[in-house]
């Protein structure tokens, strides 16, 4: 790495606790037209595809490090997990997610204010 990159991108000693806005997470399709509505779906697509959690406010994760934009902001690198309604499926995921999209725990290891 160079000289500059210490201050754009910044590791956790570990993993901390955050809570993901689950809407910050996936872009949805822009057709309603390709969404299906559940009660319209096969019993086991339902059951067995993976819930999004996008009725719910925040989901359970933790960030690791931190990577500054050249906009100014910060990006989190989250890991979570996505289940499916029937716990036959669960995916461990880890992606890049802007810092509004982010609750800090106790901890408050957020992005640094420079």
Do not use: C
């Amino acid at each position: 790495m160079s000289g500059g990159d210490d201050a754009m991108i910044r590791w956790l000693p570990r993993p901390v606790p955050v809570l993901i806005d689950p809407k910050s997470l996936v872009a949805l399709p822009k057709h309603p037209k390709r969404w299906t509505k559940p009660n319209q779906l096969a019993l086991g697509v339902a059951a067995g595809g993976v819930d999004l959690q996008l009725a719910d406010q925040w989901i359970p994760g933790t960030v690791d490090r931190w990577l500054r934009t050249k906009y100014g902001f910060w990006l989190g690198r989250v890991s979570y997990i996505w289940q499916s309604p029937n716990s036959q499926l669960a995916v461990q995921t880890t992606q890049w997610v802007a810092e509004d999209g982010l609750q800090l725990g106790e901890e408050r290891i957020g992005p640094p204010r420079t």
